[in-house]
């Protein structure tokens, strides 16, 4: 998974030639470290056709902020440039609902 910053997210995200999940996470966030080795597993699944990328959200506030996003963790599904869906929190049937909305974000 790689890190995405503020200067970095328009190389990394919007211009990838391949579809970009992104986790927006915090290190004092419970809920944020407790997916990182789900996503790790699903990215090994979908390692050369999805690109996975993290932004701190604590570090990057403007980008935060431009992303309207309110709570983390926070998972965006990115394809040419423009986000086309998203997850928010955590469930029980976290890891089946990222690989459906992959599926999906392939599919397009």
Not at 44 to 64: P, T
Not at 65 to 94: E, T
Request: proline share 4%; hydrophobic share 45%; aromatic share 8%.
């Amino acid at each position: 998974m790689i890190n995405i910053t503020e200067d970095t997210f328009e190389s990394e995200v919007l211009l990838s030639e391949i579809p970009v999940v992104v986790d927006i996470w915090t290190d004092w966030c419970g809920p944020c470290k407790q997916i990182i080795p789900i996503l790790q597993e699903i990215e090994e699944i979908y390692n050369s056709q999805v690109k996975f990328g993290k932004i701190d959200a604590d570090q990057n506030r403007n980008l935060i902020n431009a992303m309207h996003i309110m709570n983390i963790p926070a998972i965006r599904f990115f394809k040419n440039g423009v986000m086309l869906d998203f997850h928010n929190g955590v469930n029980s049937n976290f890891k089946e609902e990222i690989i459906k909305k992959i599926e999906k974000l392939l599919e397009r």
